[in-house]
């Protein structure tokens, strides 16, 4: 990989050269990179490597080998811990008026997944909707994801004003005010989420959900992998069984795996 400069148009790395260094990267961090897209990871890698003044990527894999305080950066970049509660609120209207309602006519128990967590905003959202429909009892909550720091954040359910700032007035009655910058979710709700790490393209999944909540995560995998993971998404749904995706994502071939869209983002088995 010599002389490859990350930025420069004429002399970006290759296909083969950008797995080189993904391969390299991959036993440092527990984590196949091959499942990423390139031109996802080439901006915020470029980012990275400007921000330390290294210019080659086969000499950046050998300071992440080095620093241990650079690999958590270059893995913080990769995970992009970006979450909001209730994100895209018709959506999760749609979730509390609909779909949950729909399943619990079937059924006195539910099982429920935020595959990709990140900062647990998307699993306590679903929580208090449960909460409020005197369900919270009746459902098993599984949240994961990959980075165990932002777990960690997700267990406390502690958030500032600005990560606040998404829920809705009648959800409000959820959080308690630490400080003025600072709020806690309601302690009864991180009682009832099982917090695990997980690595959503290496590693088997439980089944029997009745919904399964991917929101956002995809969009930084490359087509094979997308189509992995909305397969193993398939199996591990009860039929009948609910998968929710982000606004900006779509399941080309949701037929073909067997998936019903219901409406938009919302696929049924």
Not at 5 to 21: H, R, Y
Not at 134 to 150: M, P, R, T, V
Not at 202 to 207: A, K, P, Q
Not at 216 to 228: M, S
Request: glycine share 4%.
């Amino acid at each position: 990989m010599d002389n490859i400069i990350i930025g420069q148009e004429q002399n970006l790395p290759s296909e083969a050269e950008f797995l080189a260094f993904k391969k390299k990267i991959a036993p440092l961090i527990n984590l196949d990179l091959t499942n990423y897209k390139n031109s996802q990871m080439e901006r915020r890698i470029n980012s990275l490597m400007c921000k330390i003044g290294i210019k080659k990527l086969d000499i950046y894999a050998e300071e992440l080998s080095k620093d241990a305080k650079k690999l958590d950066e270059f893995l913080n970049m990769l995970t992009i811990n970006v979450s909001e509660f209730f994100r895209n609120g018709n959506k999760f209207d749609e979730l509390a008026n609909i779909y949950l309602p729909e399943l619990f006519k079937t059924k006195t128990n539910i099982k429920i997944w935020s595959a990709g967590c990140s900062i647990g905003a998307e699993i306590y959202s679903v929580a208090m909707i449960l909460d409020k429909m005197g369900k919270l009892n009746n459902a098993e909550l599984i949240a994961s994801d990959f980075d165990q720091k932002i777990l960690e954040k997700a267990k406390n359910g502690i958030y500032n004003l600005v990560e606040k700032g998404t829920v809705p007035l009648e959800y409000l009655q959820y959080f308690n005010q630490i400080d003025a910058n600072t709020y806690q979710v309601d302690k009864k709700l991180p009682l009832k989420i099982k917090f695990q790490k997980q690595d959503l393209l290496n590693s088997r999944f439980d089944r029997g959900f009745d919904l399964i909540l991917c929101r956002n995560v995809v969009i930084y995998f490359t087509d094979e992998a997308k189509e992995k993971l909305y397969k193993n998404f398939y199996d591990s749904l009860n039929p009948g069984g609910i998968l929710f995706i982000g606004s900006t994502e779509r399941i080309a071939n949701h037929a073909e795996i067997g998936y019903k869209l219901k409406t938009s983002f919302f696929y049924q088995k």
